[in-house]
């Protein structure tokens, strides 16, 4: 049994659809990335598994089963037992996710007090423990967050995620807003963290070079729907969707010789009309006539798959030429 | 060569109080640099760097507490006796968020235009082929489906190329771009990165185009000059800088741009994170693995270290003849 298996999942705001039918499955130890531009709803879909989306979002229909419950019928208060021990959540901005008038042993402290209480110098080696392990001097803990660089209050949430050993943990964007250095400092520290700890996560973000880096699958999100789900290393040498391939454009390789970062004309559809076809078809450089009338349901096989008539044509063309 | 903007030795220190301690932040240390006319220029650092007070002094919003900085020869101080909207009209800006850089109860028309009434006098119809023309030169066209609407009917993209026509419409030399991209959508940026291009080779506009992205500059800069912390510590042709790094920094820099294509990971020297204080030495040493006994005692100088390339590092210095004690 996998640990979350996503069913048909759809997602609206008032009469926009954020997230379309959304399928998914993630293993026990796995890193799923999901990729995709604003507006896309890779967030929608994270707040929504773990059922934190603010009106007038709503998950209007499918199943969210986590180690085969359903999340979506799961009562408020079953749920608040299951956040933070078994399920947490890393926000973009760590300097607005912590509590500004704690310190940061305070936030760890609530949060253990509040799920799993014990005695006082042992949450005191607990609080230290997590410190050091996102790399920060366990003297800090009696700092406000304000105090704080913004490449440390991102640690300390990741920190503050894991400190009840969660089996899964959503990562929304948790890198965008801190600087290029920093950001590589935090997905080495996240690679480590991830063999000790052997977590689950959706890593969610906007940056397909850090996703292709530390997921071990990649889904890549367009307008509501995913387009395409690999491996992140077959993702990368063969992307089979267009909007992937012009999405990999660019990231181009920093040490290559020519750099040419083509971009991909035109802008995402709006998500308040629903149209025939796929909706990736005004901007796509290979559309058929097909493209603009069919639209194609996104069927994910042994962790793989691609919703677009061209991927299905080139396979087609491979098994016969 | 024609240089348009020249900075020389320009510094800006700011002063905060840290549990009653004045504490002083150097955003600019005796920077310079020399733009040429129709040129690229990036200015490439990360939060911090002092790249957006640069931004500021050289737009005029904030002054320089020593150095020198030239538009056209003539020194900003003379620009601003008596000549300070002359000034303005030629050194336009163009900002990081075009969301908050637009007022959302004006139309396209009306935002455009307000350069076009202010520095060139137009109106009537005059008016309105011109604002039509800008359109069109930052591609929001059919013109007449983009010229009546509200900064809220626009997408992010859209934004930033009506910020440019803004930018455009006083006819400037020199447009100072904060980040155009950064906040765009990265199927977006390409776009607008070329619309910079495109304004400086068909409307003649130099650019100084700040960012903290190496990639980008590396596209579409003619030079590149990097900052860490208010000090200048490589610049020279954007593609050797950006390509094979001199300065650990910059290196540092490069290393960390997520790279899947790598074939194995590198390992990464990061030293401490953390601000040190900044008392004298090489402003990198602190997190520099390659600090050396030298870099603790004196500031490395912008030194040649190949034709058109300029690092201030004693690791390619001869550094006893190069060394400035402060």
């Known amino acids: ?167 899964l943990i959503i990562f929304d964007e948790p890198t965008t807003a801190l600087d290029v250095v920093v950001q590589r400092f935090i997905v080495q520290n996240l690679k480590t963290l991830r063999s000790q700890y052997h977590f689950s996560a959706l890593f969610i973000s906007h940056d397909l070079g850090t996703v292709l880096e530390i997921a071990d699958r990649v889904a890549v999100m367009y307008a509501g729907k995913f387009v395409e789900i690999q491996p992140s290393g077959q993702l990368l040498r063969a992307p089979k969707h267009p909007y992937t391939q012009a999405l990999l454009q660019c990231f181009p390789d920093p040490r290559s010789d020519q750099i040419n970062i083509v971009g991909i004309p035109g802008t995402p559809p709006d998500l308040s009309v629903v149209q025939p076809g796929c909706a990736f078809a005004p901007r796509c450089s290979q559309v058929m006539t097909r493209c603009l009338t069919e639209s194609l349901a996104f069927v994910e096989v042994a962790g793989a798959g691609v919703a677009c008539h061209r991927a299905g044509l080139t396979e087609e063309v491979k098994q016969h030429g | 060569m024609d240089s348009i903007l020249r900075l020389g030795k320009v510094s800006k220190t700011y002063s905060r109080k840290t549990n009653g301690h004045e504490q002083k932040i150097y955003a600019a240390r005796r920077v310079s640099f020399e733009l040429q006319t129709q040129h690229i220029m990036a200015l490439v650092g990360e939060s911090g760097s002092g790249k957006s007070t640069i931004a500021k002094l050289i737009t005029g919003v904030e002054h320089a507490d020593s150095g020198v900085i030239e538009f056209e020869g003539k020194t900003l101080s003379a620009w601003r006796r008596g000549h300070l909207a002359e000034y303005r009209r030629n050194v336009q800006m163009v900002f990081q968020d075009p969301y908050a850089a637009l007022n959302p109860l004006n139309t396209v028309r009306y935002t455009i235009s307000r350069p076009l009434v202010n520095y060139r006098k137009l109106h009537g119809e005059s008016l309105h082929n011109e604002i039509q023309r800008l359109l069109e030169v930052v591609h929001l066209t059919p013109v007449n489906e983009f010229i009546d609407k509200l900064p809220f009917e626009l997408s992010g993209g859209q934004l930033q190329r009506v910020v440019t026509a803004r930018a455009v419409a006083s006819n400037p030399k020199l447009i100072v771009a904060d980040e155009p991209v950064s906040m765009l959508d990265v199927s977006i940026r390409a776009e607008i990165l070329r619309l910079i291009e495109e304004l400086r080779s068909k409307q003649g506009v130099t650019f100084l185009y700040i960012t903290h992205d190496l990639i980008s500059a590396r596209m579409l800069a003619d030079e590149i000059v990097v900052l860490y912390r208010g000090t200048v510590v490589e610049t020279g042709n954007a593609r050797a800088v950006a390509k094979n790094p001199l300065h650990p920094y910059t290196q540092l820099l490069l290393q960390s741009i997520p790279n899947p294509w790598a074939t194995e990971e590198q390992p990464m020297a990061l030293g401490i994170l953390d601000r040190t204080s900044d008392d004298g030495g090489c402003v990198f040493r602190a997190r520099c693995p390659y600090a050396m006994e030298v870099c603790h005692q004196g500031v490395p100088e912008l030194t040649n270290a190949e034709s058109d390339h300029l690092v201030a590092c004693f690791l390619h210095h001869d550094a006893t003849t190069q060394m400035a004690v402060q």
Do not use: C
Request: hydrophobic share 40%.
């Open chain 1, 1 to 167: 049994m996998p640990l979350l298996d996503i069913q048909h999942l759809t997602v609206t705001y008032g009469n926009v659809q954020a997230v379309r039918d959304v399928s998914v499955t993630l293993e026990t130890g796995e890193i799923l990335g999901v990729v995709g531009e604003s507006g896309s709803g890779k967030s929608t879909l994270g707040y929504a598994v773990t059922k934190l989306l603010r009106p007038p979002g709503a998950i209007q229909s499918g199943r969210v089963l986590f180690e085969g419950t359903d999340l979506v019928s799961t009562l408020e208060s079953d749920l608040r037992k299951k956040r933070w021990t078994e399920i947490s959540v890393v926000m973009q901005s760590g300097m607005n996710a912590l509590n500004p008038v704690a310190t940061i042993r305070r936030q760890f402290e609530d949060a253990i007090i509040a799920h799993q209480p014990t005695g006082q110098s042992r949450m005191k080696e607990r609080v230290a423990e997590m410190l050091k392990m996102v790399n920060i001097d366990p003297r800090y803990a009696d700092n406000y967050p304000h105090e704080l660089s913004g490449g440390m209050k991102q640690r300390i949430s990741i920190a503050l995620a894991l400190v009840l050993e969660p089996k």
